[in-house]
């Protein structure tokens, strides 16, 4: 064997492995393979008494001996290993630079199908890329009116982290970014025994910076703003769902920036009511309608969205179309049915709220709250809510965020348009 770990699988536990799953959990792992440090040759021990430390490239095998993939080890986490590729893991580790200079540069070169180098966009997602943890956004600023690169970067697993040189260099080399922050203080990272972390790499930039989406412009925050400062995932669902706002009074809830907001009032929508629970996000939401001259057709107002759709229900309010776009319910499969009851009771309340023959926009972007469980939740929300519901679309995030099959995390953000009879 060569000198890397070989960490050999339970039986039939390669299954999904072989279908796209790119993770092995220390549960699924039979024993490691590993030549002994003081010369005594190969051993073969439970992964407990294996001398392999986090952070090092191993090898994965299933119980019959198939080579399936090579990968970061971290006993820290209950995730094992993460792959990071195909090959040998000597292949792989015989230049790191090279290796990472193509995987960055495949991620950019595919985003090039859709969008071009001056549009905002999600450049690399992770496993979906087949760069394990790691997040990019390319934002274009346009605030001093010259077009500026700004790359927002997350290093959530430590099989990134480990290889954060090279990646950034290739980042670097491929993109020309004017300034590049991290955002890599999620408390995922302390799962995976990082400590979390943010601030420029490089020299220090604008931290508020001005970006344009389907013609809206928008202040975004890339050191404060939730996660990476902006979401950039649901930019075709906030133009699609504009289609249905000319002449109405929409409803936007949740709304962070007031992207979907702003995107039904530069549509033609007679009046948009976009809310937010931070008064952080309501004031950046405020400057976002000045920016862009909507103040006539909308305002932003602070409050809890479910007190005020429980209080617009008892008012007597009524909207032609109410968009629910709220941070995810649930980051376990543990909560799963609170965050069933919490998607319930928004979307029962919001058909009660549409006119009929309103139209409901209404998203879940928690990876655990599954397409089937989604679709269940409105189902039930229509049934309590003595509604008729016709499902007009159903869509997803943008094509800067690819499915990567085997691994139904990728496919995290569902949003369906809904008519509400």
């Given at each position: 064997m060569n000198n890397f770990p070989h960490i050999i699988l339970k039986s039939k536990e390669e299954?999904?492995?072989?279908?796209?799953?790119?993770?092995?959990?220390?549960?699924?792992?039979?024993s490691v393979k590993w030549n002994a440090k003081d010369g005594s040759g190969v051993k073969n021990t439970p992964l407990a008494e294996a001398q392999v430390q986090s952070g090092s490239p191993v090898e994965?095998?299933?119980?019959?001996?198939?080579?399936?993939?090579?990968?970061?080890?971290?006993?820290?986490?209950?995730?094992?290993?993460?792959?990071?590729?195909?090959?040998?893991?000597?292949?792989?580790?015989?230049?790191?630079?090279?290796?990472?200079?193509?995987?960055?540069?495949?991620?950019?070169?595919?985003?090039?199908?859709?969008?071009?180098?001056?549009?905002?966009?999600?450049?690399?997602?992770?496993?979906?890329?087949?760069?394990?943890?790691?997040?990019?956004?390319?934002?274009?600023?346009?605030?001093?009116?010259?077009?500026?690169?700004?790359?927002?970067?997350?290093?959530?697993?430590?099989?990134?982290?480990?290889?954060?040189?090279?990646?950034l260099e290739a980042l670097k080399e491929t993109c020309k970014p004017w300034g590049m922050?991290?955002?890599?203080?999620?408390?995922?990272?302390?799962?995976?025994?990082?400590?979390?972390?943010?601030?420029?790499?490089?020299?220090?930039?604008?931290?508020?910076?001005?970006?344009?989406?389907?013609?809206?412009?928008?202040?975004?925050?890339?050191?404060?703003?939730?996660?990476?400062?902006?979401?950039?995932?649901?930019?075709?669902?906030?133009?699609r769902a504009a289609s249905y706002c000319h002449g109405k009074r929409v409803l936007d809830t949740f709304t962070h920036t007031?992207?979907?907001?702003?995107?039904?009032?530069?549509?033609g929508a007679k009046e948009v009511i976009s809310v937010d629970i931070s008064p952080e996000a309501v004031e950046l939401v405020k400057k976002?309608?000045?920016?862009?001259?909507?103040?006539?057709?909308?305002?932003a107002l602070c409050s809890d969205v479910f007190d005020l759709l429980k209080d617009y229900e008892a008012q007597g309010e009524k909207f032609d179309v109410i968009i629910l776009d709220p941070p995810a319910f649930t980051k376990s499969a543990k909560q799963i049915q609170k965050a069933y009851s919490g998607y319930k009771e928004i979307n029962l309340r919001a058909m009660r709220l549409l006119k009929e023959g309103g139209i409901l926009v209404t998203c879940s972007c928690s990876a655990y709250f599954?397409?089937?469980?989604?679709?269940?939740?409105?189902?039930?929300?229509?049934?309590?809510s003595h509604k008729k519901v016709q499902v007009l679309e159903k869509r997803g995030a943008g094509p800067d965020h690819p499915l990567l099959l085997g691994y139904p995390r990728s496919e995290y953000l569902k949003c369906a348009i809904c008519r509400v009879l």
């Open positions: 299954q999904e492995i072989s279908q796209g799953f790119p993770w092995v959990f220390d549960n699924e792992i039979h994965v095998y299933s119980n019959k001996g198939a080579f399936l993939g090579s990968g970061i080890f971290n006993k820290t986490s209950k995730i094992s290993i993460r792959f990071i590729g195909s090959d040998h893991a000597d292949q792989i580790m015989e230049d790191t630079a090279s290796y990472w200079a193509k995987k960055v540069r495949d991620a950019v070169n595919i985003r090039g199908l859709n969008f071009t180098a001056s549009q905002s966009c999600r450049l690399i997602f992770g496993e979906a890329d087949f760069i394990p943890g790691l997040i990019v956004e390319r934002y274009i600023d346009i605030s001093e009116g010259k077009e500026k690169v700004y790359l927002v970067v997350q290093f959530l697993a430590l099989a990134c982290e480990v290889f954060r040189k090279e990646i922050y991290e955002r890599s203080d999620a408390a995922v990272r302390e799962k995976e025994g990082l400590e979390q972390k943010s601030g420029w790499i490089g020299s220090p930039r604008n931290e508020s910076i001005l970006i344009e989406e389907n013609g809206i412009k928008l202040n975004v925050d890339i050191a404060h703003g939730q996660k990476t400062g902006y979401f950039l995932d649901q930019k075709f669902n906030r133009q007031g992207a979907f907001g702003l995107n039904a009032a530069k549509a976002n309608i000045e920016a862009n001259g909507l103040s006539s057709q909308m305002k599954d397409e089937p469980t989604f679709y269940s939740m409105l189902t039930h929300a229509a049934k309590d």
